[in-house]
């Protein structure tokens, strides 16, 4: 069975860095491209960034070019999604997904189970 | 203020058909195709259609989608009480950025 596995739910201050995980398992890991996608309280999906961890390819959305750093560690097939120093407006849901590409279209499956992040002072 | 435009809820009694659609423009919908998500209260959104009109193995029939130019549809036939969820579709512009729908939110009254 192909499955994402999130790290647990973090509550973290203003200021203070942050490394979330998703680890792959069930399929070929560095053969895949994994995303991450931020949802805020009450609010939509947010295409941040995907990366292929065959060879650290990283293609990030405009709105979150320098705001994150996404990486990946394809000898324990798990990926991450890192802040150098939280704001408030972090507060969110984060989810990682894998991404399929064929035939000139990709989509997201399956989905992690998601990360959520708190920040407060 | 997302790209691709949805309406922002949506509602249907049981055993209605629904639609939702999604407003994006040539860049985006108009050169690529659509996809879509269904996110179920609390949950993780799961993919529901990809490559426009294609159902991943285990979702009803029920559920269709197409695209024509730079808008796409979603369809639920046989509305049923476990549909009522957000919606999302989802595409690629032409410079291979990601981008999702605003979401639908869908009643089932």
């Known amino acids: 069975e192909v499955q994402l596995v999130q790290s647990g739910a973090e509550v973290k201050k203003p200021g203070e860095s942050l490394k979330i995980s998703c680890k792959g398992s069930g399929y070929s890991f560095t053969s895949y491209w994994i995303g991450w996608v931020r949802q805020m309280p009450g609010k939509g999906l947010e295409w941040m960034g995907i990366i292929y961890p065959g060879d650290s390819d990283t293609r990030y959305s405009p709105s979150f070019q320098g705001q994150v750093t996404i990486s990946a560690d394809k000898s324990i097939s798990t990926a991450y999604l890192q802040w150098s120093s939280l704001k408030a407006s972090d507060t969110a849901m984060y989810y990682c997904?894998?991404?399929?590409?064929?035939?000139?279209?990709?989509?997201?499956?399956?989905w992690g189970q998601g990360t959520l992040v708190t920040v407060s002072s | 203020q997302s790209v691709l435009t949805q309406p922002p809820s949506a509602s249907g009694t049981p055993g209605q058909r629904v639609t939702i659609s999604c407003s994006g423009s040539?860049?985006?919908?108009?050169?690529?195709?659509v996809n879509w998500y269904q996110q179920l209260p609390g949950t993780a959104p799961k993919l529901l259609i990809y490559?426009?009109?294609q159902r991943p193995s285990g979702v009803p029939d029920r559920f269709s989608g197409s695209k024509s130019g730079t808008s796409a549809s979603l369809a639920i036939s046989g509305l049923q009480s476990e549909d009522e969820a957000d919606y999302y579709c989802a595409a690629w512009d032409d410079s291979l950025n990601g981008m999702f729908g605003g979401g639908t939110k869908l009643t089932v009254l």
């Open positions: 997904a894998r991404l399929i590409a064929a035939a000139g279209n990709a989509w997201f499956d399956p």
């Open positions: 490559s426009n009109n």
């Open positions: 040539s860049s985006n919908i108009g050169s690529n195709t």
